[in-house]
């Protein structure tokens, strides 16, 4: 059974800083992985998605890095603003076949002032 | 708005109820999603269409939830006999295959307290 852990839980750091979210999943056999934003309260925004046979993913601030064998991605900000501050999920697909997402519990982001 | 819109945005009921949400996804997509999370979690699968055909269906889905996609439009999510387990934030999301990949784009999702 596939599990998704995100580590932290939780992060402050000051604005301007670059930092790195993880998340780590248990069977290397998946399709694709997704990061998304939430905001309090809200849906959840795509920011990258990254195909099993892809590396890395960037957007703007954004970089998204997947390692498929040692079951790991990374999403990178660079130069943090407050308007970041948010909660960051990443999710697994396990096969085309299936919709499924599954996703880890969220790092929640701060960024201060 | 072409983006995936939900009905209600909030829904207050008393145990023992019957609830029903609505989902309009993203025009031609013919993918549709239902997703629960409750506070604190990431998202949990619920069930998944392509276009009016429910093609998979999580365990959490009871016998007391049903979700339907008539023409393959909107879909529906139907849960009977409310019990306060069941509050949770539901979220809809909508794909379609571009490529050899589809993204799912998520709707502001309905938030149910059960009291």
């Known amino acids: 059974k596939q599990e998704v852990t995100q580590i932290p839980a939780a992060l402050s750091v000051p604005e301007g800083e670059n930092l790195v979210l993880n998340c780590s999943f248990t069977d290397s056999a998946i399709y694709n992985l997704q990061w998304f934003r939430q905001d309090p309260g809200k849906g959840l925004t795509s920011l990258l998605l990254?195909?099993?046979?892809?590396r890395e993913q960037t957007s703007g601030r954004l970089n998204a890095s997947l390692d498929k064998s040692s079951g790991r991605s990374t999403l990178y900000i660079a130069a943090s603003q407050p308007g970041d501050s948010a909660t960051y999920l990443c999710?697994?697909?396990?096969?085309?076949?299936?919709?499924?997402?599954?996703f880890g519990q969220g790092t929640t982001l701060q960024v201060k002032p | 708005d072409t983006g995936v819109s939900q009905n209600p945005r909030h829904k207050i009921t008393k145990r023992g109820q019957n609830v029903t949400f609505r989902c309009d996804p993203i025009?031609?997509?013919?993918?549709l999603y239902w997703y629960r999370q409750t506070l604190g979690q990431g998202p949990e699968f619920l069930t998944y269409f392509q276009n009016e055909a429910q093609l998979e269906k999580s365990r959490l889905l009871s016998d007391r939830f049903s979700a339907e996609r008539p023409k393959g439009s909107f879909s529906t999510l139907e849960i009977q006999r409310t019990e306060q387990g069941d509050s949770a934030m539901y979220l809809c999301?909508?794909?379609?295959?571009?490529?050899?990949?589809?993204?799912?784009?998520f709707g502001p999702g309905t938030r149910l307290t059960v009291l």
């Open positions: 999710a697994v697909r396990g096969s085309s076949n299936t919709g499924k997402l599954i």
């Open positions: 025009s031609e997509h013919n993918r």
């Open positions: 990254i195909q099993s046979s892809q």
């Open positions: 999301a909508s794909s379609v295959l571009a490529g050899y990949t589809d993204t799912q784009y």
